[in-house]
């Protein structure tokens, strides 16, 4: 078993769409959690980066995480073409910048 | 904000030759930057950690003598491939934690072809 699972997609939906990306973790030190978009040739670049618990909340991006359930989301309002990408989780029990783990990336498209 | 540059962007060599990939951080100082490796549809492989002024740390599986790295400033780290062989081709990709342990950012990787 991984120990952070990311479901592959290809996860397609209509401009406008609400989506919802998901990873989940075995490891419970992981305290650090980011989402990364990456575009195809391109490097990843970060989206959303939390601390423990909670919500964040940047424009149309709300990052989600559920320690108890070691489980974390990624929603993206008003879904856009240019939202296409792949989306990245990452995460670490010390600090950001850090001994990160990644999962394995969903492809999101979105349609015009 | 924090910005990586990764040079080239791409490059095409012959088997048995060398390539040297460059990473720099460009508004801020790191004393650590790591080396990623990317196949098709894959998420990234952390391949070594780069230390400045000391030997590197490298992942286990991932040869040091065949992917050697030098972090010789603390802007600066280089990846160079060398005796390229067909499958080492791939995507390369640099990052370097922001100031006080921020996330990492990424430079835009460099996509090796070896023929």
């Known amino acids: 078993q991984k120990e952070v699972e990311q479901d592959p997609g290809p996860l397609s939906v209509p401009e406008g769409a609400i989506v919802s990306l998901n990873c989940t973790y075995s490891n419970s030190a992981f305290q650090y959690f980011m989402w990364y978009r990456q575009y195809s040739r391109k490097g990843p670049e970060l989206l959303m980066y939390?601390?423990?618990?909670g919500n964040k909340e940047d424009g149309r991006f709300t990052a989600q995480v559920d320690k108890s359930s070691k489980y974390i989301s990624l929603f993206i309002r008003d879904s856009q073409p240019s939202d296409s990408a792949t989306y990245l989780c990452?995460?670490?029990?010390?600090?950001?910048?850090?001994?990160?783990?990644f999962g394995g990336g969903t492809r999101l498209m979105v349609k015009p | 904000g924090a910005v990586v540059s990764q040079h080239p962007s791409w490059v095409i060599c012959k088997s048995g030759t060398s390539v040297k990939i460059e990473c720099r951080s460009l508004d801020f100082q790191a004393t650590t930057m790591f080396w990623y490796r990317q196949f098709p549809k894959q998420s990234l492989m952390l391949m070594a950690t780069?230390?400045?002024?000391?030997?590197?740390?490298?992942e286990q599986g991932v040869e040091k003598d065949k992917f050697l790295i030098n972090h010789a400033s603390l802007t600066l780290s280089t990846l160079t491939v060398t005796s390229a062989h067909p499958e080492d081709s791939s995507f390369y990709i640099c990052s370097a934690p922001g100031t006080d342990n921020s996330p990492l950012h990424f430079g835009n990787g460099t996509r090796l072809t070896v023929t």
């Open positions: 780069s230390n400045e002024g000391s030997k590197a740390t490298y």
């Open positions: 990452a995460m670490s029990p010390y600090n950001a910048g850090n001994m990160l783990t």
């Open positions: 939390t601390y423990s618990s």
